[in-house]
């Protein structure tokens, strides 16, 4: 039985003039932009098969991945707890900023689905501490009282005078649908918000088991501003988000930007593996881990264990023709609130999570018409799932609750699918059942008993069956293994009990093909940074010119900067400061490496290299040897210096958002212009 609340939503969705407006406009660019973006990656569909492989390779050993990936943290320094539910996790929270404070605290919180799954934002409140939202689209949400109307664009249900309107009421600024002027005031307001923080809490896209990697991926900076600013660092993550190895971070970061915003790579991609080292400048000095359950174990154990796979890119709900016309918010359980994950995902993985009674009637939003399972850049099944939800049988290995078997499915239905299920399942009995069949139908069929047919049913005057084959598929053919249809090779896994196609070529071709500097160029710059090829004789003068050109008067600088000459900006007057700090117009910095593929800066943290000159400044300007330049993600990440460094950040581009109205705004958070001087490429 659909329930009445949802029933009214989806009424109240249809008829919402300015939420179909805003869902169409996402809808088509997310779904153009995502093609766009794959047209690049000429073996996607190979990385897809990889991708959906290792996932399967992780759900199917998680507890060896999730002890491997435990140790590693634990031995890098991080805190890591595990949390069998959501009451515990909230527990932990507690606990953990408990121990030293007694006052209300200030959480800064970067975008996290697994902090909205616990509800940790009431808990908190309820606690008395002051939470608030970085994301801008998690801000403009929160100040409305509403949660995420989508998984990546919390507040696609919005128009931008809805968001002008509220801006003026909540944070009393004129009247404006002026994107800049809307994104400045949420920069200004949130930047003393980060600064002044006593928590910094955030998600995990990824955890990488061989080097206790905590991968986040933002396009604004909160992320970073979350994880490298306030003193205490908490990060969210359920349980099933690990990958075994960089390389496999390096495949699941080339499908999950282009995926769900059609960006090759999303502008910050974090690489967190400690606290603050000892002579470092910035980072958060305590970091902490909660690995969340909460009912990931019993769905690893079900038949909906595909679910797991899930990188939450957020493609199917931009695909969904029934997700288009709702949004997230029609999405409620039976007791009439809003589930965590809406969409064709969200309708198994929230009754999959938080119950089939509570949420089991989502699996009906779904026309089944297979477009979310062609957009899922792992390959889910999706279609399938939802079946299986729809059918109330999730849970076979774990006791049912009442109503949790067929739910929604009459007594013939469930008889009937119950016979086909026993039919299907033996050999012998699926044989004879074709043969049986194939009399039946033959019968039944208008060309040999038509005369019998319509007292039936009327619908041999009609329609015919396909005729049913002389001989069987199997009487013909035997029962042979198909060949597999994609370009693989196949390596044993840890327990040699699995295989894994690899992929042929990692290195994307265009990248072999064309000059690294002219691509990394060309790259950079279709997403908003500017290039200078310099000598080396020629930087610090290039350098002075550009800084007095912007009026630029005082910078943060990290220490040795290959063939930077200090004491001359000094003596052209520039004032140079060690320390990150957030008043100064402009950071300078070199890189550990850059990436031609996606124009990339590779930027460690380390002594003399606070993070900071890279987030905090308006202008972030680096300087990096043409020699530096790597064909590729995969490439950068097999780096030392990249699994030794406390963290990292993958830059592409300056801070960006499109979270209002799906319209490019640039500079939310972090630098608003990026300059790259690249030397030696003559
Ligand atoms: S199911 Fe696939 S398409 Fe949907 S959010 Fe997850 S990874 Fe993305």
Not at 617 to 624: L, P, R, S
Request: aromatic share 6%; hydrophobic share 40%.
């Amino acid at each position: 039985m659909t329930p009445t609340r949802f029933k009214k939503r989806i009424h109240e969705s249809i008829s919402n003039e300015a939420l179909q407006i805003a869902l169409d406009n996402n809808a088509q660019r997310r779904v153009q932009g995502r093609i766009t973006a794959f047209a690049s990656l000429p073996n996607w569909p190979a990385r897809r098969q990889r991708a959906h492989a290792v996932r399967a390779e992780v759900i199917g050993h998680l507890d060896q991945y999730l002890a491997q990936f435990i140790r590693k943290v634990e031995q890098n320094g991080i805190i890591v707890h595990r949390a069998q539910d959501a009451a515990e996790a909230i527990k932990i929270v507690l606990d953990t900023v408990g121990v030293r404070h007694d006052v209300p605290l200030l959480f800064a919180k970067s975008k996290s689905m697994v902090s909205e799954e616990i509800e940790l934002n009431h808990a908190l409140e309820a606690a008395g501490h002051r939470v608030v939202e970085t994301d801008l689209g998690e801000y403009i949400v929160q100040l409305r009282g509403e949660k995420p109307a989508h998984i990546i664009t919390p507040a696609v249900h919005l128009r931008r005078h809805q968001v002008g309107e509220l801006f003026h009421e909540k944070l009393g600024i004129p009247y404006t649908e002026d994107l800049s002027t809307l994104t400045d005031t949420a920069r200004k307001i949130l930047r003393e918000v980060f600064l002044t923080a006593d928590v910094g809490v955030s998600g995990v896209n990824f955890g990488v088991a061989e080097t206790g990697t905590l991968c986040i991926v933002t396009n604004e900076g909160n992320g970073r501003m979350v994880t490298t600013l306030p003193p205490l660092h908490i990060a969210l993550m359920g349980m099933e988000r690990i990958l075994p190895t960089l390389d496999d971070l390096a495949l699941m970061l080339s499908l999950l930007p282009r995926s769900a915003t059609g960006q090759k790579l999303s502008v910050y991609t974090q690489l967190i593996h400690s606290p603050r080292r000892a002579g470092e400048m910035d980072g958060a000095p305590e970091r902490h881990l909660i690995i969340l359950d909460n009912g990931r174990s019993r769905l690893q154990h079900s038949i909906l264990q595909e679910t797991l796979y899930c990188i939450r890119c957020g493609a199917c709900l931009n695909a969904c023709p029934v997700f288009r016309e709702l949004s997230g918010h029609a999405y409620v359980g039976a007791d009439g609130s809003i589930a965590p994950y809406p969409g064709p995902i969200g309708s198994i993985v929230s009754p999959g999570l938080l119950g089939l009674e509570q949420f089991g009637h989502l699996a009906q939003a779904s026309s089944l018409c297979g477009a979310c399972k062609d957009a899922c850049p792992v390959d889910i099944d999706l279609p399938k799932l939802l079946t299986r939800v729809r059918a109330g049988n999730a849970y076979p290995n774990v006791g049912r609750g009442k109503g949790e078997d067929g739910i929604g499915l009459s007594f013939m239905s469930r008889v009937g699918l119950r016979t086909f299920g026993l039919i299907a399942s033996s050999p012998r009995l699926f044989t004879l059942s074709q043969k049986l069949a194939s009399i039946g139908t033959s019968l039944v069929s208008p060309f040999s008993g038509w005369f019998w047919m319509p007292s039936f049913t009327g619908w041999g005057y009609s329609k015919d069956f396909p005729r049913f084959a002389t001989r069987t598929f199997r009487d013909r053919f035997g029962v042979q293994s198909l060949p597999t249809s994609h370009p693989t090779q196949t390596v044993r896994d840890q327990s040699g009990a699995q295989s894994i196609p690899t992929l042929q070529t990692e290195t994307p071709p265009s990248a072999i093909a064309k000059d690294l500097i002219e691509q990394f160029t060309e790259e950079l710059t279709a997403v908003g940074g500017n290039i200078y090829q310099v000598k080396g004789t020629e930087l610090t003068s290039r350098l002075i010119a550009f800084l007095k050109e912007y009026h630029i008067e005082a910078a943060m600088l990290w220490d040795s900067i290959p063939d930077l000459n200090e004491s001359a900006l000094t003596e052209a007057g520039l004032s140079l400061e060690r320390r990150p700090d957030p008043s100064l117009k402009a950071g300078l910095t070199s890189a550990l490496s850059a990436i031609a593929d996606t124009g990339t800066l590779v930027i460690p943290s380390g002594q003399g290299r606070p993070l900071g000159a890279s987030l905090l400044a308006e202008f972030h300007i680096a300087i990096i040897r043409a020699s530096q330049i790597v064909p590729s993600l995969e490439e950068a990440l097999r780096n030392n210096e990249v699994r030794n460094a406390s963290a990292l950040a993958l830059v592409t581009g300056p801070s960006r958002t499109a979270d209002i109205e799906m319209t490019l705004t640039i500079g939310v958070h972090g630098p608003k212009e990026l300059h790259v001087f690249i030397v030696g490429a003559d």
